[in-house]
Nanobody
């Protein structure tokens, strides 16, 4: 089991950048990791996924402006977000799963979740 704690969310202006971090309590080298987001009144949607060997996959929400990365030595996953837009405003969640061996943006595929970090773009 791992516990996930997100950080780095903030209020920024349109066009700004943020780097979100997801720190895990345990070793994540054997876990698939992902970022999701949920805006008010909307369903949770996938943003980016990163496999055990660092291979990234992006959902439509994250393609082109976002970069996911992981540092297994620090048990931390990052989401670099550039050229932020108001529609990126959401609560961003980190997710992990030990047995997922393909890129997925289906929330029920992930066993462990953080509490989220708020990103507001105006």
């Amino acid at each position: 089991h791992v516990q996930l704690v997100e950080s780095g969310g903030a209020s920024v202006h349109t066009g700004g950048s943020l780097r979100l971090s997801c720190a895990a309590s345990g070793v994540i080298s054997n876990y698939a990791m992902a970022w999701f987001r949920q805006a008010p009144g909307k369903e949770r949607e996938g943003v980016a996924h990163i496999g055990r060997y660092g291979e990234p996959t992006y959902a439509v929400a994250g393609e082109g402006r976002f970069t996911i990365s992981r540092d297994n030595a620090k048990n931390t996953v990052y989401l670099q977000m550039n050229s932020l837009k108001p529609e990126d405003t959401a609560l961003y969640f980190c997710a992990a799963d030990r047995w997922l061996w393909r890129a997925s943006f289906v929330s029920t595929d992930y066993s462990f979740w953080g509490q989220g970090t708020q990103v507001t773009v105006s």
